[in-house]
């Protein structure tokens, strides 16, 4: 089934979680299969959900309830993450390891989720082993409700670009690598749509334009290591969101898109109708990719020109200037999360800074990465679930991630553990993000957003006043980044390296914000069809939450 169904469904039919009015429901179901596809134009093992790579659009306007069954036809388990979809009290559904037991072979999980005060370009992908190397990921569209004001006229097309660095093998042998200590070595090209045209003129037209009219276009990074600049031939692109944030809207002849970013751009059919390439290319690379897709004009004559050698300046200081240039618009009105939507975190008082030092090292004999000295590994039991069973202290410690980072004597010293680490409920917390790597840094926080600042600036040089609000942030080499946002969303919360071999092998850890006196006004039950694993599986379920 790839259409969603929508309905409008009575309360009284739901024993679920969510208590929110008649806003509609979407449903959708899932089956998620191996299937063979040749994205570098070589057959390999792809992740298919109902037959699609990439998987089927989740188009939705905000406050709409999502409800999505997924059924694992893979011979592994198997989890989906909805990535910068916020979860308000429902980190239940977030589908991270430390959230959820993945959904074993041949079994399903039915997620039920609300995009609550949310609009913007996102996406899902899978959570478990190296799947999203090979798929199992599709674009996820938040529309604003009809009576809010957009700050730019309707587009005459709505476009999904998902560009991403790819790896000919299967997932399989990419986990293998990094079980038996090697490293994934450099990706063998690029895709765009799960497509990679060579700027040949041979590949079938991927988007068709009228000329004189407007389009969307909502790019996400969906990738595993490179950060990917995109331009197209011929037009300028017009910034106007960034992970449901509205921004000042400046013109780019180029975007940087690191690992994990979403972000949307106007563009005018106004040139001479004919094909033009849209091209991404991955950056900071000795040796770079590029994929191309084809625009065509209707009624258009002519070929795409060939590809001009146009690439961005090399080294990252033109990527950090450009990043300096994205703002919010204070004052377009749009869904806003809360309560971070406030205008005035500037004059909010940072009630703690947690300095995350990312190193990596060698523990037996393979390669680990680690944060303040902590490379987190899944316990079996979800951290969640261990929590709400009561039974956390046999399955995870509380703070091996201190929030400054002192090697004991100096020496660094990588310890193999889940990481978790408590916050302080509706706390307004900075954290610092610092990068001794070589290479561009990008992470990723689940159940917020934030104010991701200026990096590298001191703090008396923080924008305390527009820095867009989003889910994701990049830090540069041997440089860091600052982050601050309001801990008010009950749950346990996955903070990770959106670089796969970084995550897989350690960059992450969990937040854990509790309420002071759990109620349903802070979080919601536990869902009935949860799926329970490891240690708690078979122990009695415990009391729901008070009103
Ligand atoms: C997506 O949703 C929007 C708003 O509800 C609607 O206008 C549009 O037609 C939908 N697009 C698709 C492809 O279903
Ligand atoms: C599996 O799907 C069925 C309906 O198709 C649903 O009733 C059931 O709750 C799902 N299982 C889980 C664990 O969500
Ligand atoms: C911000 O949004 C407002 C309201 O829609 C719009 O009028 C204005 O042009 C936008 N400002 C910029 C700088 O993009
Ligand atoms: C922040 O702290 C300053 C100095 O301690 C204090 O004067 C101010 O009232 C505080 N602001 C808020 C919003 O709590
Ligand atoms: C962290 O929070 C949990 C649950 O709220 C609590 O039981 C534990 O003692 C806290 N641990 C630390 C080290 O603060
Ligand atoms: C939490 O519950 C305790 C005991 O029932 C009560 O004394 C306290 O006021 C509650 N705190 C909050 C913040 O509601």
């Known amino acids: 089934m790839n259409k969603p169904i929508v309905s409008f469904v009575l309360l009284l039919l739901f024993s679920c979680n969510l208590v929110h009015g008649e806003d509609p429901y979407i449903n959708y179901e899932w089956k998620v299969t191996y299937g063979t596809l040749s994205p570098l134009g070589v057959p390999q093992q792809v992740i298919l959900i109902n037959g699609e790579f990439p998987g089927p659009k989740i188009n939705c306007t905000s406050n709409n309830n999502i409800v999505v069954n997924v059924v694992n036809q893979l011979d592994e388990p198997f989890l989906i993450t909805w990535k910068g ?84 093998k299967t997932h399989k042998t990419l986990k293998g690598l990094l079980d038996t200590g090697r490293s994934l070595g450099r990706p063998d090209g690029i895709v765009i749509n799960g497509k990679s045209g060579k700027g040949d003129g041979k590949d079938a037209p991927m988007f068709t334009l009228v000329k004189g009219k407007t389009y969307r276009f909502r790019f996400c990074n969906v990738g595993m290591k490179d950060t990917i600049n995109v331009r197209f031939q011929g037009h300028t692109m017009k910034l106007v969101e960034m992970e449901g944030s509205h921004t000042v809207q400046n013109m780019y002849e180029m975007l940087d898109l690191h690992l994990g970013q979403c972000l949307s751009v106007l563009i005018n059919a106004d040139q001479n109708p004919k094909d033009y390439y849209l091209v991404a290319t991955s950056r900071f690379t000795k040796e770079s990719h590029f994929a191309t897709a084809t625009l065509r004009y209707v009624n258009g004559v002519g070929g795409a020109a060939p590809l001009e050698k146009k ?95 002192m090697p004991p004597n100096g020496n660094e010293v990588i310890t193999i553990a889940p990481n978790v680490v408590n916050v302080t409920y509706r706390n ?3 954290i610092i993000f610092e990068n001794h790597e070589k290479s561009v840094q990008s992470w990723q926080l689940d159940g917020f957003n934030f104010f991701a600042d200026r990096t590298g600036e ?43 071999e970084k995550q897989y092998l350690g960059h992450q850890l969990y937040l854990s914000v509790n309420a002071p006196n759990t109620s349903l006004k802070d979080e919601y039950n536990m869902p009935d069809n949860e799926l329970l694993c490891g240690i708690i599986n078979g122990l009695p379920r415990p009391k729901p939450y008070a009103i």
């Open 85 to 168: 979809i916020q979860q308000r009290k429902n980190s239940w559904q977030d589908g991270t390891l430390g959230t959820n037991c993945p959904i074993p072979p041949g079994k399903n999980f039915t997620y039920r989720f609300q995009v609550k005060d949310q609009i913007g370009s996102y996406y899902y992908h899978p959570t478990t082993a190296l799947h999203r190397a090979v798929g199992g990921y599709g674009p996820l569209t938040i529309h604003s409700r009809a009576l809010i004001p957009v700050p730019f006229n309707p587009p005459a097309d709505d476009f999904t670009v998902l560009v991403s660095d790819w790896y000919a």
């Open 458 to 500: 001191m703090r008396q040089n923080y924008n305390l006043l527009d820095a867009v609000s989003r889910s994701t942030i990049q830090v540069y080499p041997n440089s860091w980044a600052a982050i601050m946002t309001t801990f008010d969303n009950a749950g346990v919360w996955n903070l990770r390296s959106n670089a796969l």
């Open 311 to 405: 690439e961005a300046p090399k080294g990252w200081e033109w990527s950090l200037n450009q990043f300096n240039s994205f703002r919010w618009n204070l004052t377009a009105s749009s869904a806003r999360p809360n309560p971070q939507g406030s205008y005035h975190y500037g004059q909010i008082n940072i009630t703690r800074t947690i300095r995350l030092v990312s190193t990596d090292g060698v523990v037996n004999g393979k390669q680990r990465y680690a944060i303040n000295g902590v490379s987190h590994t899944d316990p079996e039991t979800p951290i969640k679930l261990a929590q709400y069973y009561g039974v956390a202290d046999k399955v995870f410690k509380y703070g091996l991630c201190k929030d400054e980072y």
């Open 428 to 430: 307004f917390v900075e």
